[in-house]
């Protein structure tokens, strides 16, 4: 027993050791981070070509359904075209001045929560691929995903979208699964919008909701004073007891809200009948086609696919350097989130047998 007692003492001191010198070198880590980061900059472009992507995917395939002889046959001939390719473009400079004259599709992703927290990098991305499109030729395809959320939050991220619009560069905008309220905000600036069958589009509404602990607080004897100065300075309150000039106050507001929004919709998207549609209802694929709120029925890899018989596609990021600390808590939520999903998954199972 008393050998128990001291290993279990043991096993302590090593975990507080072992703690407390992960805190320190995330700390430590971290300064050096925000130090690398000031003189770095506060993350880097990414770019990959999805020709390649999907050229290398097609072939994998191809090479695995064939046989030996097939597969050494189809290898000698593939290096002798790209030998042959070399070869001319060393020769001809034509070829590389044809490449340069093909069109580009830069393919960006969004993918929204409800504060819109991905606009950053949204913007970012917008800057570098504006400072090279070419809106003769090229075209910018965004990959949107989001319910919606924040208004002024969403409507500075339609707001990068429209810099793009402005320019006079042709935008498409995939929707996959879903792209409601703010997400549809983002969407109908798009020349174009393409969901597949089933995504979620529209919500053009607005909401808002808070409780209200005064009654609670009033019977347990709790003042709570709300001091102003203007009268619309505050309508509706958490605590203090809200009046019906309020109420009215706050609801004339969000109606104001939603009036912007169907004018922003309606200017955009002009074949659109926006009081049919701007209730804050939600449609699907086909439903959001026979309606105008998109433009055709396709999956975003679809419509890429299909994109690189047209020209080069070109997925551009920009992505943030995280410290160790974002990183270990990254890990941290997702196993959490696993766990969760796990044990709801087996009760649901369990139910159903």
Not at 286 to 309: G, H, P
Request: net charge neutral.
């Amino acid at each position: 027993m008393e050998f128990l007692t001291e290993y279990g003492l043991f096993l302590a001191k090593v975990v507080t050791f072992v703690v407390a010198a992960i805190i320190l070198a995330s700390v430590i880590f971290s300064a050096t981070q925000r130090d690398r980061s000031d003189h770095e900059g506060e993350g880097e472009l990414k770019i990959r070509k999805l020709n390649d992507q999907y050229r290398k995917l097609k072939e994998s395939i191809q090479s695995r359904l064939m046989s030996d002889a097939e597969h050494k046959a189809w290898q000698k001939q593939k290096k002798k075209e790209e030998k042959a390719e070399k070869k001319s473009a060393k020769q001809d400079r034509t070829a590389e001045d044809e490449k340069a004259s093909k069109p580009r599709i830069y393919v960006i992703d969004f993918d929204g929560d409800i504060k819109a927290s991905d606009t950053d990098t949204l913007r970012r991305s917008v800057s570098a691929v504006l400072s090279v499109a070419n809106p003769e030729t090229d075209e910018v395809v965004v990959r949107l995903e989001s319910g919606g959320g924040l208004v002024h939050a969403y409507g500075l991220a339609a707001a990068q979208l429209d810099r793009i619009r402005s320019k006079g560069v042709p935008l498409t905008a995939c929707v996959d699964k879903v792209a409601a309220s703010g997400g549809y905000m983002m969407a109908c600036v798009a020349d174009k919008i393409i969901a597949s069958p089933f995504a979620v589009l529209g919500s053009i509404g607005v909401v808002a909701q808070l409780p209200n602990f005064h009654r609670f607080l009033q019977k347990n004897d709790v003042d709570f004073e709300v001091l102003t100065a203007g009268e619309h300075k505050r309508t509706l309150t958490v605590f203090g007891e809200n009046t019906e000039k309020g109420r009215q106050k706050f609801l004339a507001d969000l109606e104001d809200t939603h009036g912007l929004f169907k004018e922003y919709v309606s200017e955009r998207r002009p074949a659109l009948d926006i009081q049919a549609v701007a209730n804050g209802d939600i449609w699907f694929g086909k439903r959001a086609l026979e309606v105008k709120l998109i433009d055709d029925i396709k999956t975003s890899d679809e419509y890429l696919i299909e994109a690189c018989d047209r020209g080069e596609v070109v997925s551009v990021s920009f992505q943030r350097k995280r410290t160790l600390p974002e990183r270990l808590g990254l890990a941290t939520s997702a196993a959490l989130e696993h766990t969760v999903w796990r044990v709801l998954s087996a009760f649901r199972n369990q139910k159903i047998q």
